[in-house]
């Protein structure tokens, strides 16, 4: 069974940065497509960032590019959600999952982590 467990969470400043990172157990990402995406309170889950399988290619949505980057350490089963340019819109609890690529392409994850909670204060 994958297990991914996210970290980095935490309040941070508007205009602040903070890494996330997503721990994942065997193969996870040599095998599938991986995901960020978060949930504010009140509203429904919005996709922010996916990269895929070793390391392919990557996405993001409208809202956080040019600000997060997504980045992946194979050999330590970990990828990461750096985030720059922090606003309180950002604030949500972001949570990694993983999947085949055509299902992450499609909002469709088969695995979670519990998710970390990012808030941002202005």
């Known amino acids: 069974q994958v297990q991914l467990v996210e970290s980095g969470g935490g309040l941070v400043q508007a205009g602040g940065s903070r890494r996330l990172s997503c721990a994942a157990s065997g193969r996870t990402f040599s095998v599938y497509a991986v995901a960020w995406v978060r949930q504010a309170p009140g509203k429904e889950r919005e996709f922010v960032a996916r990269v895929g399988c070793n390391g392919g290619s990557r996405n993001y949505a409208d809202s956080v590019k040019g600000r997060f980057t997504i980045s992946g350490d194979h050999a330590e089963n970990t990828v990461y959600l750096q985030m720059n340019n922090l606003k309180p819109e950002d604030t949500a609890v972001y949570s990694c999952?993983?999947?085949?690529?055509?299902?992450?392409?499609?909002?469709?994850?088969?695995?979670w982590g519990q998710g970390t909670q990012v808030t941002v204060s202005s």
């Open positions: 999952a993983a999947g085949s690529i055509y299902n992450v392409v499609n909002g469709n994850y088969g695995y």
